[in-house]
C-alpha cells in the first residue's frame, strides 16, 4: 500500500514542526546613504509573503510618523520620524525627540510582540552614538526579540557591544574605480 502525501501548500509558519531562529544583521559603512542593497532584500522577502518592517530612525522630510505607515503591499511597512528634516546632531528640539522616542517605543512593541518576521532598522547605530536611544535599551530590545525573527541594523559606527551579538557583519566599501 502506497502512503499519501499531502502537497496542499502550508501557508503558515505553524503549519512547521520546528521554528528558524532569526539572525542578527548588521550592514555598516563608514559613510551613510549605502544601504538600497539592505532595503531591497527586504522588498523581495515581502515579494515572498514575509512581513517585514523597515524603521529609518533618523530620516524625516515627510511627517509621517509611527501612526502613518507606508504601505507596500500586503507584507511591507515602512516607518520614519515624524519630523520635517533628518537628523544630523544630537541637538534636537523638543518634539523631535518626543518623535523619536514615540518612533522607538512603538518598533519595540511591534516587534516584542512578533508582529514582523523580519525587520530593518536604519541607522539605529547612529541614534545610539547621538545619544538619542540608549546603547542599554538596543541590547536588551535585540535580547528579547522572539527567536524566529530576522533584525538588520544599518549605519556607521555600530557599538562593539552590538558587534558582538551579530550573527552576520558586513562592511560595505566605495572601492576608487579609474
Known sequence: MVAQ??????????????????????????????????????FR?????????????????IRQGHQNPMKFGEY????RCDLMRTIETPDLEAV??????????HTQEVVLAGKYDF???DELSLATNLGLIAESEVLDFLNQRPHHIDVVLTGTEMPESVLDMADQITEIRRSKRP
Do not use: C, H, M
Request: net charge neutral; no cysteine.
Open 5 to 42: 502525501v499531502d502537497t496542499s501548500v502550508q501557508t503558515s509558519r505553524l503549519a512547521f514542526p520546528y521554528q528558524v531562529e532569526g539572525t542578527l544583521q548588521i550592514f555598516t559603512s563608514p559613510r551613510r546613504g549605502f544601504f538600497t542593497n539592505v532595503i531591497a532584500q527586504a
Open 119 to 121: 525587520v530593518v532598522l
Open 76 to 79: 511591507l511597512d515602512w516607518l
Open 96 to 105: 523631535e525627540i518626543d518623535s523619536l522616542k514615540q518612533l522607538w517605543q
Open 45 to 61: 522577502i515581502a515579494g515572498q509573503g514575509t512581513s517585514v518592517l523597515i524603521v529609518q530612525f533618523l530620516k524625516g522630510g
